[in-house]
């Protein structure tokens, strides 16, 4: 363009030159300067300008000299007014380059506004799901639609030894979905790609990418590697085929593209990890259930075998320690005296897992009674005065005629009382002291207190849970997570505190009988 410019300036001002003054070819000089403004180059239109003033000059002297060193008055004048009109020409020449290259920015700003809303809804369509299939089948298609390709080839990268999954899509409704061994241009390409980690421009400029895009069946094709974590995982082909072309800016939009698709498998993948994981646990899960409910029926179905034959026993011995079989040497009473306590152990036992094993299949009492907790209790320590007046301890119970009520199963309340009763008294030393008591606030609340040897500060935690309470004496550990339950199963809880100086305090609370 400069060239052109110039050759015709040159060309004007030989034609000035042999001109008469008052026929001025120097006007011709307007149109290189004119023309320099489709090059966009202001430096051009300057330099024209500057050449322009000074052939205007030169020519007009030199027409002055060939009329014998006259110069015409009106030649000069329009001589003037054309320095005049280079100067303005000049200028509106660069106004149009601005102009032009504004337009251009700006025609370049509206296709990058454009791109950049096409990959932000293509994107958006790729992470609608979380399923790693349609993620790769979301982005096969829209890298179609984004890049404005007539097909696309998503190869999903496999172990060693192992067929890769090969995505196609040509536009139509379907992907198709196989897995088979890729041709050896095909993975050639693959491979490339996998290496350089970037978009690879296929053409048939030489004898690989030919064969490639005849493979592919097309006359141009853009690949990209899609690397999660820095492993490529997936590689995206898309092509085009003779006739159709990429839009503008394909390379750098796949690029961005393929980023966002890392993300989306990405999280596809560990949505998947996290469903495989979620599975498994949830089987563990049902086959300790499996298990748990076979031990539970295994505990309850002895549990129950043994209570027939424990009951005669201690029916048989306590007709024994009466006389029905006749007098028994005070020898041969001790033991049987001592084997009864034995008994009673062993049945309170048996009763105690048969009710756990209730409690954890569901089959827990809905027996509701009114039961006044005062009688309950006096009851409880009646029963248990004998055992504690072995032991050496004192115990009491601290409730007044008008005891409060509750609504419930009046053996499962008598059980849970009974077991907080037999764990103060053996956490009580010798000398020692356990008060029962009751009474009503927003609730009922009765308290069993002992000033034994408390609860070690380890063990508080996870008292009322299965095996947690009570195995520090000795016993089952089951007798506070029944407590527990018990309670719970009334709508009550149960809770403990550290008596000072030392001992225990465990209140049972329950619904009172109006509620």
């Known amino acids: 363009m400069a060239l052109l410019c110039y050759g015709l300036l040159v060309a004007a001002w030989i034609v000035d030159l042999f001109t008469p003054q008052l026929f001025i070819a120097a006007i011709l000089f307007n149109g290189p300067i004119a023309l320099s403004s489709l090059a966009l180059r202001g430096r051009l239109t300057t330099n024209l300008v500057v050449v322009a003033e000074l052939a205007n000059v030169v020519a007009g002297y030199v027409n002055g000299v060939q009329a014998g060193y006259r110069w015409d008055g009106i030649a000069l004048g329009d001589r003037l007014l054309l320095a005049a009109s280079f100067v303005l020409v000049g200028y509106l020449s660069m106004r149009a380059q601005q102009y032009a290259r504004e337009a251009g920015a700006s025609a370049g700003r509206v296709r990058q506004i454009q791109i950049e809303r096409a990959l932000r809804e293509a994107t958006i369509r790729v992470r609608e799901t979380l399923n790693l299939e349609l993620v790769q089948r979301a982005i096969t298609r829209e890298s179609v639609a984004l890049l404005g390709a007539s097909k696309a080839v998503l190869i999903a990268r496999q172990a060693p030894f192992v067929p890769p999954l090969i995505l196609t899509y040509a536009g139509d409704a379907d992907i198709a979905v196989e897995r088979r061994p890729l041709s050896t241009e095909m993975a050639s390409l693959v491979a490339r790609v996998a290496e350089t980690g970037d978009v690879l421009h296929v053409t048939a400029n030489d004898v690989l990418g030919r064969l490639t895009l005849e493979a592919l069946g097309a006359s141009e094709a853009l690949a990209t590697a899609i690397a999660v974590n820095g492993v490529v995982e997936h590689v ?12 503008p800016d394909a390379v750098p939009t796949l690029r961005a593209f393929a980023e966002q698709a890392a993300m989306a498998l990405e999280q596809a993948r560990l949505f998947t990890e996290l469903g495989d ?18 031990i539970r029926d295994i505990v309850y179905a002895l549990a129950h075998d043994l209570r027939t034959p424990l009951a005669a026993e201690h029916v048989t011995m306590n007709q024994a320690l009466s006389g029905a079989y006749g007098g028994l ?3 041969y009473r001790g033991i049987l005296t001592a084997a009864l ?10 009763e105690t897992l048969l009710l756990v094993a209730r409690y954890e299949a569901g089959e827990a009492s809905t027996v509701r009674q009114r039961v006044r907790c005062g009688e309950l209790i006096r009851s409880i320590v009646e029963e248990f005065a004998p055992v504690a007046e072995i032991k050496g301890v004192a115990l009491r119970a601290d409730v007044s005629d008008g005891s409060p009520a509750t609504l419930g199963d009046p053996h499962e309340l008598r059980r849970a009382i009974i077991n907080l009763v037999a764990n103060a008294l053996d956490a009580t030393p010798r000398g020692g002291n356990v008060i029962v008591r009751c009474g009503l606030d927003t609730q009922v609340s009765i308290a069993v207190e002992d000033d034994g040897y408390g609860v070690p500060p380890e063990r508080r935690s996870g008292l009322f849970q299965r095996f ?8 089952t550990g089951l007798g506070l997570y029944i407590v527990r339950r018990i309670a719970e199963k009334h709508g009550g809880a149960v809770r403990y505190q550290a008596r ?3 001992g225990s305090i465990f209140t049972l609370t329950l619904p009172p009988e109006d509620r």
């Not at 995206?236 to 990429?246: N, Y």
């Not at 994981?277 to 076979?294: P, S, Y």
């Open 236 to 247: 995206l082909i898309d092509a085009v085929t003779a006739g159709s072309a990429f839009v």
């Open 277 to 294: 994981r979620n599975e498994e646990i949830a089987r563990q899960k049902n086959e300790l259930a499996e298990r748990a409910a076979v």
């Open 329 to 331: 040497p005070d020898k």
């Open 341 to 350: 306590s034995a008994n009673d152990d062993e049945r309170r036992i048996v």
């Open 468 to 475: 947690g309470g009570g195995h520090f004496r000795g016993g």
């Open 500 to 502: 000072e100086p030392h």
